[in-house]
């Protein structure tokens, strides 16, 4: 049995069967989306496709992506503390390996064939490719495996990996959808009495706003002013490590069709808002979103836009919604539960890693927050059956 992995540069470099192997496990993984970082992807990343090989059959593929911090702020907020970090940060990760995608949570760096390579194996040509991309293509101040999880961290304990920290900055939300909700009103009924009035109240502050699927031409249409929305929300976060490009949202359109949607929020024929969804197999992924800030506060456009985006997974039957790591509190009082995921860091210069664990707080503060729980309990339901 032999082993060997092969670096692209192009997504028309990659093997035929690619999507067959590897693709239609993942669409984030697929020739489709890499052709959406290749014509839209953050002008501080490049991007390279691993495939991995037995013999000459191709049983895995890899996404890595090359950040680049010189001349991006990291820290949006103008404050001198976000100077500060702005300047640590660029000081210690002037650029970044990432083997994973920097631009969605979750595990979406890799996917093997299980039936022809066990994970012990999978972890070991990862790390391989780890290497031949430092060696090949560049070395960079720090190395990254994004977004792990928890069931593989067993095959990262080992001593090709002590010189990692291991870290896990916030969980990502995750909504799963319960085979008894076949309409949004069995989701909603499903809901204490708290949470099922504040979800109608909000419901009801959408009077007057039209919500509508767009298509490619409409998009491109809005496209000024679906980036200046997705700005507001961006430019509001206090740490980001790209900016999405203005045409991003019409690539991925063009080149995940169906498999991209986008929802916009009309008030008086102006568009105020809009999310977007990757259909990704059984699961909904959510992605990038942006709203008017002042009629969002008005209108509570963003929780609506939450419980939007579980209607859509209820209505067409979806098992999962991965609402990511953003707004835990929120996501937590329309159902979505707290999943950990993990990553390894490592500086490349050596005499920095032990002391990791007191830099990358510093780098990657994490949010404290009270997770929220709306479903009935028991006393919950026998209240409901004595009301009905």
Not at 49 to 66: C, K, M, N, S, T
Not at 213 to 229: M, T
Not at 301 to 329: C, P, S
């Amino acid at each position: 049995m032999s082993y060997y992995l092969k670096i692209y540069t192009s997504v028309s470099g990659l093997p035929q069967n690619w999507d067959t192997v590897i693709g239609n496990h993942n669409i984030m993984l697929s020739a489709a989306y890499f052709r959406v970082l290749e014509t839209s992807k953050p002008k501080n990343m490049t991007c390279y496709f691993v495939g991995f090989f037995e013999d000459e059959h191709l049983i895995g593929g890899a996404l890595f992506q090359y950040l680049d911090f010189i001349r991006h702020k990291t820290f949006q907020k103008d404050e001198v503390w976000c100077s500060i970090r702005n300047f640590a940060a660029r000081q210690f990760s002037r650029d970044v390996m990432i083997l994973g995608n920097n631009m969605l949570t979750g595990q979406n760096g890799f996917y093997f064939d299980p039936k022809k390579i066990i994970t012990e194996n999978m972890v070991s040509l990862l790390d391989k490719a780890v290497y031949k991309m430092q060696k090949e293509i560049r070395k960079t101040s720090l190395i990254i495996y994004k977004d792990y999880r928890s069931e593989f961290f067993s095959f990262f304990q080992d001593g090709r990996h002590q010189n990692y920290f291991k870290f896990s900055v916030q969980p990502t939300m995750i909504l799963t959808v319960r085979e008894s909700w076949k309409v949004f009103e069995d989701y909603l009924n499903d809901f204490s009495t708290k949470y099922r009035t504040r979800a109608k109240a909000a419901r009801k502050k959408l009077a007057g706003i039209e919500k509508r699927e767009l298509n490619l031409e409409e998009i491109i249409r809005y496209r000024i002013k679906i980036n200046g929305l997705y700005q507001n929300v961006a430019e509001n976060a206090p740490f980001n490590t790209f900016f999405l490009e203005e045409n991003h949202f019409e690539s991925m359109k063009e080149h995940l069709g169906s498999n991209f949607k986008v929802f916009g929020y009309f008030l008086e024929e102006e568009l105020i808002g809009f999310y977007t969804l990757v259909l990704n197999n059984t699961d909904v992924d959510t992605y990038f979103l942006g709203y008017d800030k002042e009629i969002q506060k008005e209108k509570q456009i963003y929780l609506n836009m939450l419980l939007d985006m579980a209607g859509f997974a209820i209505d067409h039957q979806f098992k999962r919604v991965i609402f990511g790591r953003t707004a835990l509190e929120i996501k937590s009082t329309i159902g979505a539960e707290p999943v950990e995921i993990f990553g390894l860091i490592r500086h490349t210069y050596s005499f920095i890693n032990p002391f990791m664990k007191n830099i990358f707080p510093f780098l990657s503060p994490k949010t404290e927050w009270i997770q929220r729980n709306p479903f009935k309990t028991g006393s919950d339901h026998s209240q409901t059956e004595k009301a009905d």
